[in-house]
């Protein structure tokens, strides 16, 4: 077992982990963080996305001893009127919303690279999550909104 | 934000696009799903599964696993047949499927056995040491075995008691053939055609893959069984675990949180029986968890294969249809008898045809086994005969689309199941999609690497029927209401547009009325939510239900003296009940109990029928309450030299009678269309004898951003329902059933070739580029 700290969404958890430790599990299970997902276990779905600074990183493949210190972004973490939150909502961007936590954080690293997204930067930053209801169309005007939100023209 | 009193409600009531229940709970991912309750000190099961598709199963070894540190049981199937008997074996249409399988496996992946343990690691560990003997036995892999081979899966058909037209088939032995519906009307084989066109279909097996994973919690309190669940079917499930244990409705409870998807999935026998089984045996709290890998295994889409013909007499009348049809339902039936007659039903499509003939078959083969999947079947048939009457119209020189619009269906038509078309405008979903892809512009279909081309679809289904709803409301003294239904909403928006319908009768904000989570001990019966039936159905029921709070309210309002010092408003004193709004109706409620917090309950029910088909003809007056209609058309581009299909343009529209909320109704055609790509184009499970090859989302292809049309448009058709809440019907699955063919007529139009075997992957249209 190891005791490390993890940082989520910027109260410190201090815990005790074995070596396998999954960071998805360590962040539901002792950190109360249930908008954090498992959809497929091997990285291919997006659902257990969280952010690690500021970059996206796939929880279920990620192993919990390697974060310790780190600052973990959730998206029950992020305020109802953050520009992605409040853009997702407003477009209509959820459907069950089993999977919108992924692609909200995916859309802040991306608007974080590039404000003004074009469509296919938005493609290629988001294809690697899936949304089972389809909710695709109203998650790119989601994108396009919180970019606009964010710095407007 | 604030808006406007008039604004709000008007946007809140029947017609408007109210924001889903709980938007921005989604987004952020607060919304507390099954797999997120905490459930304190359990037993963690893990399952441990068969290694062959078809053999007796000679030995059971627990020994290893039992002498792992943790594990507190091992269980096999044989050890739960002994305690439960027959009631083991359970299922909608037929009792086939044991929790775990005792005298023979039908699958690779059929559990065996079930490890309880202080955790999941050690519970899997655990499944793993568990080492069967068997005594193979001849496999099924395939239809074309299954109807010509000795080998069967079943030693003799068990139907259940759900279904009753299923009685005469109890005991029949040395088939595979669980069901076969035949639908008959005038004769095709003395039809003189002009010209026929005939086509042998394959649509494989598919998976809904909901992103959420099951999971099941069971414990036992007081004697009661309880139950927290992923299901779409909570009054369904409650039945069955009341039957597997031996006790009385009122001792089993079935409660659920809403579904991160489902499609079909999560509904009937999935891990519902196992759990309450070793809850029972173990009086202790039991929680099931399947992984992505499992998840494939618990159910999956029929494959169908379907030969069929149309044709065409001298005067350009369609005279006859022909289908055979038969579907793999895997080891165990499921609804699949229930799909094969339905989609068999419509396998002819919605036309005007002379004479039909139809053969529908469900199959059992030794694979996971088929159950329902957005569409329930009909998506198969309907790439059957939307290829075929494209083709047809090819072959007659005809527009493909006015070639079907001359001979759709209408108003008052009788199919050719018998039954009579209503608010189910086929021309007007048709015309809407030509027009949205500007059908009568020629596309550029090029001469070089690029061609392009465009099509169109037509889908016919019919509602689940006959089917039961109930809703109960609680109105609150202040003004706010607490409606209680048995819908689980997965993502369709149930809870929305239910509220929606109580708060356009009742003139309140829809926002303060709360639908509470579906709940055996709480919630009334309503028989599943599936089958595109919860909008007509439960709708009914609320609106019904608020109808009656009204009536009531007015009653009250009617019996109160006149108390203008109340409201200092004398002209809406007790006696005039013409019109309700919050403040009137807190001043009822609360004038009635002379109590703040009082309460006023309502109830109402509403049930469908239905004349069941004639056992010779397979016709029927009315064999469904209502018919869903749908179209896509699509223009697409396709490479030839890496046979990439790329869609440009893909419109769909549905008629739904009604749209009680518009934007949720675009969602439903948009999202079923985009699922119907991946049926299209690349998704499909692949079995090697017997084996699941790609059963994991690494190797499962599904549809992603990348897969969008450069331009999707969903178009809403109303023809009212007589009969439907507000005119309404649901939209559940009329967006998926007509888009693969629409593509593959497209596919046909860019480039020549009849594709006839989905998916339409890209090796599979570079090698019939080749071999031209």
Known sequence: ?153 | MPETPEKTSRQDWVGGRRARYDALGRVRGVVGHVGDQPVGTCAHVAVHRSTQPHAAIRAVHTEEALAIDGVYAVVTGADLHKRFGEALLTGPAFADQPALAYDKVRFVGEPVAAVLAADLATAREAADAVYVEYDELDPVYDLDTALNGESYVHDELRPSAVFGDLRHLDGVRDTNINYEYRLRHGNPNKVSGARTVRGEFWAPPTHHVPIELPCTVAWVEGGRLEMLTTTQTPSYVRQTIADLLDLPLSRVRVTTRPLGGSFGAKMYDRLEPLAAALAWQFQRKVRLAASREEAFLLTTRHGAAITSTLTADAGGQLSAATADVAYDTGAYADVGPRITAKSGMVAPGPYRIGSVDVRSRCVYTNKPSAGPFRGFGVPQVTWSHESLIDELAHELGEDPYAFRREHLLREGDLAPMGTRMHSADFVGCLDAVAESISWDTQPDRGTGRIRRGRGVAVGVKAVLTPTIANAVLQLNQDASATLMISTVDMGQGSDTIMAQIVADVLRVDSRRVHVVRADTDVTPYDTITAGSRSTYHTGNAVRAVAESMRVRLLALAAEQPEQPEQHGQPERSGVDTGELDEERIAEIVHAHFGARGATLTTEANFTSSWSPYDKETGRSEKVTEHWFAGAVGVRLAVDTATGRVHLEHLAVAGDVGRAINPALVEQQLTGAAIMGIGHALFDQLVLDQGQLVNGTLLDYQLPSIRDLPDELTPIIVESPHDDGPFGAKGVGETGILAVAPAIGNAIRDAIGLRFTRLPMTPEAIVTALESR
């Not at chain 1, 493949?61 to 973490?77: H, P, S, V």
């Open chain 1, 1 to 153: 077992m190891n005791e490390i700290t993890l940082i989520v969404n910027g109260t410190p958890h201090r815990t005790r982990v074995s070596d396998s430790a999954l960071l998805l599990d360590v962040l539901r299970e002792q950190a109360g963080c249930t908008s954090v997902r498992e959809g497929c276990g091997v990285g291919a779905c997006g659902a257990c996305t969280v952010l690690v600074g500021e970059t996206s990183v796939s929880s279920c493949l990620a192993l919990a001893t390697r974060y310790d210190g780190a600052n973990i972004t959730t998206a029950e973490g992020l305020d109802e009127n953050d520009d992605v939150v409040s853009a997702f909502a407003d477009c209509g961007a959820a459907q069950c919303g089993y999977c919108i936590p992924g692609f909200v954080l995916m859309t802040r690293e991306l608007l974080a690279e590039h404000p003004r997204p074009t469509s296919e930067q938005i493609t290629e930053h988001l294809e690697g999550n899936i949304c089972r209801c389809g909710t695709y169309p109203e998650i790119r005007t989601a994108v396009s909104t919180a970019a606009e939100r964010r710095s407007p023209r």
